[in-house]
């Protein structure tokens, strides 16, 4: 026996009949919400309803729609998804959990303290969040309130939930009309503003549309062409490549997209889009001749710049790169692919982007010139290297549309001009050397050796006279030794290198250092290692610099010289002390500098500029060492091993 359905069931009953009316009746998804929300606010006990969506970037709740009592309750709401206390109700819980969440008692739950006083003054007394939700699409939650406690019992909780899911399968399906509706409105706006030439042919091959844009191309008429045979209308197409794709379309249903070149008495190229139906073929025909050529223009310009051996770059102002020819991989190591889309100021130090910056501004602003730059520039392997760029402004060219930089490698260039810039500094301190050291040593000699031949006959200081000429004379030997060694390295003019024994070079320049300053002592701390070291002859040239200035600059009645070498695996150390006066403070940093000493000393300042230098290009290092008394050099060598 069936029983009556009761009052509640028949409430509900009413609910489902309304929103579902409103559901059929709306026509977009902000009609729907509303429609919704005010078909439950109309439906007692039930006084207010809002929907809600989640905005990802703020975290909150956004309301969409609303209806009922006092819409001014969403003023001031404020739900976040995820921070408490906002995150802990019935809203957020349900956009978070996907599942229908309800609140009974708006008196005296906890979790409703954030709202509890503007939903009492409203007489919302209890609620419900639903989430709108069907398989495929997440559209939000539906809130409802009701203006008594407890008024939503297991029954209404299950068809709210799924009057939630009716909800959102609705507007998934005004989603698709409306995107429906959409392409159409598009593709009616394509067709209004179409440029290319259509026509249509049955399954008999007779044209049965022809548009204007095909009649002013053709010269031939609608009036003249539908009803006709597409091979009367072409004759020239006939027997051709075109003819066969088609038939081919016509019989399998395949749509084809290609290119072709229409001989006397049309002489053009046409792009053809063809599109096979029940009915026959619809065809696309546009004139393409004028890209045809650019594109040859194109192909032209890219294979000069790929057969070229600098590199190409198409580059925006932003120095963003858009093109870069093959040869990139040759000089940078790159990909061409690689580097399309990246910025080139990522690739370059601060220190000389700047430059580019400023050439790329002023190409920018001046069209047609051209600016021509220095930049360091990121190899594939990390290293880096020189590279000389003109940019050109081609911004306003169809084909390039950018800034045209052709580049090249400039790296050894840049260091052959350091060397030569090296040489000339070096070869103007040796003309200084020549010109001035020399030359007075020179004019002593003259001055003393007129004083001898003054005194040859009386007694006095002739032998003293003698000794002088004769030192002078072996200074002079030895400037232009040194001037010899100095124009050797900076020149480049020095030996291949090899391998040389430490203990023998060294050795002997200590003797024969000792040898000509016999007023010296000589010593050396311990054996000399039996290693060998990388290098040329010069390297006598540099522990004989070093001996001769521990003695030279030495204020003691007698110059003591130790030497100390010592094996440390993969170098060889040498350190040469004396026991003079020591490097002031204040030219230990410069003391290796070209010409240090000053012309009015007796040593020329430049032996140990000479024996950095030596040492540096052996891939060594001299250094002042640490000496308790006197000066202490010292000087590593890496090994031959």
Known sequence: MNSEPTTEQLRISDVVRDVHAALVAADSRPALE???CAALADSSPYVFAWIGTHDPETGRVVPRASGGVDEAYLDDLSISVSEPPTSRGPTATAVRTGRIQVMQES?????YEPWRQEALDRGFESSVAVPLADDTDDYGVLNLYAERPAAFAPGEQQLLSELGETIATA?????????LEREKEKFER?????????????????????NEQMAARTGASAAEVEGESLWAAFPTVVGTELEERYRAAMADGTSWSFEQRLDDPYDYWVGVDVYPDEDGLSVFSREITERKRRERELERFQRIIEGSTDVATIIDPDGTITYVSPSIERVLGYEPAA???ENGFDYQPPETSGAVAAA????????????????QFRRADGSWCWIESTLRNHLDDDIIDGILVSSRDITERRASERRLEEQRDSLEVLNQVLRHDIRNDLQLVTAYADLIADHLDEEGDAAGFLETVRQRAAHAVELTTTAGAMADVMLGETGDRERLGLRRTLRSQVERVQSSNPGAVLTVDGDIPSREVVADGMLESVFRNLLKNAVQHNDEDVPEVTVRAEDRGDSVRVRVADNGPGIPEGQRDSIFGKGEKGLDSEGTGLGLYLVRRLVERYGGEVRLGESDDGAAFVVELPTAD
């Open 190 to 210: 394509l067709a209004a503003r179409v440029s290319d030439g259509f026509y249509a042919v049955d399954s008999e091959w007779q044209v049965t549309y022809w």
């Open 360 to 375: 790329i501004e002023e190409v920018t602003e001046n069209p047609g010139e051209t600016r021509t730059v220095q930049t």
């Open 107 to 111: 008196r005296t739950d906890p979790e």
């Open 339 to 341: 580097l399309t889309g």
């Open 34 to 36: 509303s429609a919704v």
């Open 171 to 179: 507007i998934t399906g005004i989603e698709a009309r409306r995107e």
